[in-house]
């Protein structure tokens, strides 16, 4: 297999300028196979660094990444998104019940449209209690240990492992060719320092859910440096326009009662 690292300048764009800042790498191979490929969603860095606020929250994976490999022309076949989560709790929740209620329409969606094409996996929420003694911020003031005070701190637990652990497990069953990671935390850095070490003939892309940087304003988030340093390609955010394209049925069929899209989340 050999491999021509092209500036993306020189291809088609991917779905308009959104796609700008793609890696491209171009494969040459005997096997006319399409190379299986996973994505694998921390879907609460997708919802903090791209979906929150926005009326893009009824997001269709599926269609999404088969949209992007089709576009990329590497050959290759979406065979399933798995999405690391863990269930809203209606207490912290901006809408209370109604967003765990939306947060599960849309799990069921996914679900219900794509069978075993989609798979949700749940970690979960920790919070203390009585409340988490940290240090009080004071304008002007150095940082004193003395001066606390108790807040509620939650804490999503198990998702970045169970994130982990699922694309090297993967890797090690032989399941995908090809691996892309949707992310811009550098937590994940480690497992894709190992699944280069480990297995390097499986490909590794980094799409980074965040906002594309507009000229004049500040970024809303940076790429992430050290996921670009360890993927053999990287998709630095993801645009309005292509999350709008992406967008599940406002009413999605099921054997029983259809799931409508929330009203609010």
């Given amino acids: 297999m050999s491999f021509s690292w092209l500036s993306f300048g020189t291809k088609q764009p991917l779905f308009g300028a959104a796609f700008s800042h793609l890696k491209i790498c171009d494969v040459t191979s005997n096997s006319t196979s399409p190379r299986n490929t996973a994505v694998y969603v921390d879907g609460y860095n997708l919802y903090y660094g791209r979906s929150r606020g926005t009326a893009f929250k009824w997001l269709d994976l599926i269609k999404l990444f088969d949209d992007f490999l089709v576009r990329r022309d590497q050959n290759e076949k979406l065979a399933k998104v ?60 150095p940082f004193d240990r003395t001066q606390r005070t108790r807040v509620w701190k939650l804490e999503e637990k198990k998702t970045d492992v169970n994130l982990a652990l699922h694309m090297y497990r993967d890797a090690c069953k032989g399941l995908y060719d090809r691996m892309i990671l949707v992310s811009n935390d550098s937590d994940a850095e480690p497992a894709l320092e190992a699944l280069r070490s480990d297995f390097p003939h499986v490909m590794r892309g980094v799409v980074m859910p965040i906002r594309p940087v507009v000229s004049g304003l500040a970024a809303h988030r940076r790429p992430s440096g050290s996921l670009a340093k360890q993927a053999d390609w990287t998709l630095s955010h993801l645009s309005d326009d292509v999350l709008a394209a992406a967008q599940l049925p406002d009413i999605v069929p099921t054997k029983k009662k259809p799931i409508r899209k929330p009203a609010r989340w």
């Fill in 82 to 141: 798995y999405l690391f989560t863990a269930p809203a709790l209606a207490t912290f929740a901006s809408h209370g019940n109604a967003s765990v209620e939306a947060q599960s329409a849309y799990h069921r969606a996914l679900k219900a449209k794509y069978g075993d094409r989609f798979e949700a996996i749940y970690g979960t929420h920790s919070f203390d209690k009585n409340g988490t003694l940290l240090p009080v911020y004071v304008p002007g003031q």
